[in-house]
């Protein structure tokens, strides 16, 4: 595949009068022929305030269907979109600004606090997306005054950057990954492969419009197939289960604390989720007690594994396996090649484990002008290094050992803290559990564990530490123990153990 086409415009030829977003807050449902016009009107009117092929445009709002609307914008205009986190506060979010060199920045009422203290330091035009954004230029007010035709041709090398995520992972460093065209359609076909998406589908779309799965999974490849997506501001429980509830979700797509948070409603229990034909799940592994919680309701919840850099769909088990392999996170998907990598650097052949790499369409091309994290991160022949252990078993059926960086040793002896964590939860008193290796004078290190109980319980600890050692080795049984009310996440769910080792 050397190009694409312009999606907004094609989908709107092939399904112009089909509901493409459905705005939950508002009640609007806007077609796909409307997501072309204002994509043309915007695209044209980024232009007129100085916006040029290149450009960086800094996006700040809870999830809208507008969003979507931008990132066709710059696929028409050339622009790279820069979505940011509203979760920061203006002093991590200004380096971002700065280094990425956004001139015009779009934002909402909800954020305008947050843009306002960025354009103090950094000058921005800014654009306002909905009443009470106090910005320069109202987003409707642009849009009335632009011509409605197509400012070019739309069509767009494969290879060539879209937008730029900035992702902190569970290290705190920042790095753009460069998200082409390419490893959108690319995402697109594997996770679409993988769901059987139609259509006919309908998702609803929660999860953060600055993460990759919020514009991923499944949103960007639903409407690539001409389905319609349900789009909440951001996560609410309530909400949520009222789509489910109404019939109004096909395919649902959530990191393990959005189907924690249903398992503790109230709710959970009257909620028909036999209504959606598919449960999807990654950022982190469900835990097993949660797979058999939901399997009791007869919903098979199916564990998937990707990154920023993938696009993200790497991995998603099939729903035939989803219990009876509970832990993998199933095959590689179709434009999707991956091997395993040893210590001594030896692809391993058959079962074992080691380092996952993956390449394909599918794999970013590297960090937006960071030359040095790019050729840290590929080993030679184009395999992005992950940076996780998996294992491969006898089925060709793959599961996500741990970190590498998270692995420590005790006493001379290897310990993968996911091992230790899946013996945690399993404890009946036990919600979560993360466990971080610290020094310690005899062993080297030791394990530290971070508990959240579950609601109303009272976890023993001394009673802990014995329950431990039956269930595993010695030197893998945490030294200490903390009880926690939270832990800190990043915006796919995953706990950023850097925090906790600060302490």
């Known amino acids: 595949m050397q190009f694409v086409t312009d999606f907004a415009a094609k989908r709107a030829e092939l399904s112009s009068g089909k509901t493409a ?27 007129r305030l100085g916006a040029k092929a290149g450009d960086r445009i800094g996006v700040l709002c809870l999830n809208r269907p507008d969003f979507f609307v931008a990132l066709f914008a710059a696929q028409k ?65 642009l849009l009335s005054a632009e011509d409605a035709s197509p400012i070019g041709a739309g069509r767009r090398e494969a290879g060539e950057a879209w937008y730029l995520l900035y992702t902190s992972g569970t290290t705190g460093k920042p790095k753009a990954v460069i998200q082409t065209f390419g490893m959108a359609w690319a995402n697109a076909i594997n996770i679409g492969q993988a769901v059987d998406i139609t259509s006919h589908e309908r998702s609803v779309n929660f999860l953060p419009l600055f993460h990759t799965a919020g514009i991923n999974l499944y949103t960007l490849p639903v409407f690539l197939a001409g389905g319609e997506s349900h789009v909440l501001r951001k996560f609410d429980v309530d909400a949520c289960l009222d789509q489910i509830e109404a019939g109004a979700v ?116 590297g960090y937006w002008r960071n030359e040095e994290a790019t050729r840290a991160a590929f080993a030679e022949g184009g395999w992005l290094r992950s940076g996780d252990v998996a294992r491969r078993d006898a089925d060709g059926y793959y599961s996500i050992v741990d970190r590498i960086k998270d692995m420590y040793i005790s006493g ?62 010695a030197y893998k049984v945490p030294k200490s123990f903390e009880i926690v009310d939270e832990f800190p996440r990043t915006a796919a769910g995953k706990v950023q153990k850097h925090v906790l080792r600060r302490g």
């Open 77 to 141: 205009a050339g622009f790279l979109l820069v979505p940011l986190n509203w979760r920061q506060p203006a002093p991590e979010l200004l380096p971002i600004v700065i280094s990425a060199e956004i001139g015009i920045l779009m934002h909402d009422a909800a954020s305008r606090a947050l843009a306002e203290a960025l354009v103090g330091t950094h000058p921005m035009r800014r654009i306002g997306f909905d009443a009470g954004a106090g910005a320069e230029h109202d987003l409707d007010a």
């Open 412 to 473: 001379g002896e290897n310990v993968y803290p996911a091992e230790v964590e899946h013996v945690l939860v399993s404890h009946p008193d036990i919600l979560e559990a993360i466990v971080i290796g610290v020094p310690d004078d005899t062993w080297g290190e030791v394990g530290r564990a971070f508990l959240i109980p579950r609601p109303g319980v009272a976890v023993e600890i001394p009673a802990l530490s014995a329950w431990c050692r039956e269930r595993l080795a």
């Open 21 to 47: 977003f459905h705005d939950i807050e508002t009640g609007v449902r806007i077609t796909f022929k409307e997501v072309e016009i204002r994509a043309n009107r915007l695209a044209r009117a980024l232009v």
């Open 250 to 365: 096909t395919a649902f797509f959530g990191v393990p604390a959005i189907y924690q948070a249903f398992a503790l409603h109230p709710r959970f229990e009257a909620t028909p989720f036999e209504r959606v034909r598919s449960y999807g799940c990654g950022g982190a592994p469900l835990p097993e007690p949660l797979i058999r919680l939901y399997a009791q309701r007869g919903v098979k919840v199916r564990n998937g594994m990707g990154m920023t850099e993938t696009g993200p769909t790497v991995f998603l088990i099939d729903e035939e396996a989803a219990e009876r392999k509970i832990g993998s996170v199933g095959k590689p998907q179709i434009l999707c090649e991956v091997r395993l990598v040893d210590d001594a650097g030896r692809v391993v052949e058959g079962e074992g484990a080691g380092e996952l790499q993956i390449r394909g369409p599918g794999v970013t091309p």
